[in-house]
């Protein structure tokens, strides 16, 4: 076999070439922001890699060049600049320099063995940088293990697995519900498609904020209707504290989540269903079928490409619960870690206690139960799904 003409073709590696000139921005985020990250989280999995804050203060220097302090300390000279910021400390001037890291100096007196950390004045990221030591230890398995026997993943993954395991379908049902409603013709849809979309679209902390207000145990807009529905029946019902009850967490995350993903799922099950071809309708008018015959034969099949794609996003999203736990629960997971999930722990594991290699193969392992999960869902789709053709 030789090679395929449209290979040889100058006009094909022409347009390639300018395809990829085009995609370069866009392939340039995602390896920078995506794909250098979830390669390093599998890298780092294998490491025990802890953080250690360097002792000593900053001294803050304007020279544009902080070699050139260095070769001067070499030579035995001090630059104005430096002895004065020393001055300053009641520091004095007998000093040596060494190197830890590219651009980051430590001047240490050697009478007192104080160090100095040097470093240009404005760049902050270059003090953490130079005030923070890294080490890396090799550990192969050992994270996973760790991480695997640890009682606050396992608390970890039950409560990931509630809350995905109810949230989900209960978005996907509701939203479905709303979508065959709003398919008819209702005075003032467009009206109802907004006001469903909006939550959607409003950040995420303003959301949460909103919740925490509507969850409060005294002045809550949630206790306060209970409390009115049982009044009207003549009962009393002692007042929710959301929010601290262990049994009650779970259960106010997914009702704010559902809340604020259903009229998204709504939109997308909306769309598919306006794009059922009206013939089929028409035909199960002519034959006699009732409205649910129709909604069940007709619409439930044809939509089937819209829910499995709102069903696999929706599930990864939850998977991926972070924001709302933490704002809503007062940057903690909860009494009792009732709120406690798979992406918190991972945070508390690097940003907390400084434990990066369990973090990263805390990661690694939803990435797998996702993948794992996500896999069987394609698998099972291509049975279950139905393409209108």
């Known amino acids: 076999m030789g090679i395929p003409r449209h290979l040889k073709s100058k006009k094909f590696w022409a347009e390639t070439l300018e395809a990829y000139v085009y995609l370069f921005p866009t392939l340039l985020i995602l390896g920078l922001f995506t794909f250098y990250p979830f390669i390093n989280a599998f890298v780092y999995s294998a490491y025990d ?18 070699d050139s302090w260095v070769s001067l300390l070499r030579r035995g000279r001090i630059p104005e600049e430096l002895a004065s910021a020393l001055e300053k400390r009641g520091a004095g001037t007998d000093l040596w320099v060494r190197l830890r890291q590219t651009d980051r100096w430590v001047i240490k007196e050697e009478q007192t063995n104080q160090e100095y950390i040097v470093v240009k004045e404005g760049e902050v ?8 030591q890294w080490a890396l230890t090799p550990v192969g398995w050992g994270n996973f293990r760790q991480v695997l026997s640890d009682p606050d993943f396992a608390k970890a993954l039950k ?3 509630i809350y995905v395991g109810v949230s989900v379908p209960t978005t996907l049902f509701l939203a479905l519900l709303i979508a065959t409603l709003l398919n008819q013709a209702v005075f003032g849809r467009p009206i109802f498609r907004l006001v469903n979309f909006l939550p959607y679209i409003t950040p995420v902390v303003a959301i949460t904020m909103v919740w925490q207000w509507i969850y409060d145990k005294n002045f809550g807009l949630l206790n306060y209707v209970l409390s009115s529905v049982a009044g009207l029946f003549g009962a009393k019902v002692s007042l929710l504290d959301w929010l601290n009850d262990a049994r009650l967490v779970l259960p106010a995350l997914i009702i704010m989540n559902v809340w604020r993903f259903l ?6 099950l909306l769309a598919g269903m306006q794009g059922i071809d009206r013939e089929y309708y028409e035909a199960a008018r002519v034959d006699g079928a009732s409205g649910f015959q ?24 939850a998977f991926k619960i972070f924001e709302e736990v933490l704002i809503l629960l007062g940057q903690s997971p909860g009494p009792q870690k009732s709120g406690l999930t798979i992406v918190y722990y991972v945070f508390t594991k690097a940003f907390d206690s400084g ?6 193969a805390a990661s690694v392992i939803l990435f797998a139960i996702i993948f794992v999960l996500s896999l069987f869902q394609l698998t099972v789709g291509q049975r279950r799904v139905h393409y209108e053709r």
């Not at 890699?49 to 902080?66: E, F, L, S, W």
């Not at 990221?125 to 923070?132: G, R």
């Not at 129709?294 to 044809?302: A, G, N, Q, S």
């Open 49 to 66: 890699i802890r953080t250690r804050t360097v002792p000593g203060p900053v001294i803050y220097t304007r020279d544009a060049d902080i």
């Open 125 to 132: 990221l270059n003090v953490y940088q130079a005030k923070t």
């Open 294 to 317: 129709v909604w069940r034969r007709i619409t439930l099949p044809l939509l089937t490409p819209q829910i499995f794609f709102v069903f696999i996003i929706s599930m990864i999203g």
């Open 355 to 360: 434990h990066y290699g369990l973090a990263s």
């Open 263 to 268: 009229g998204y799922q709504a939109l997308i």
């Open 159 to 161: 409560n990931t697995a």
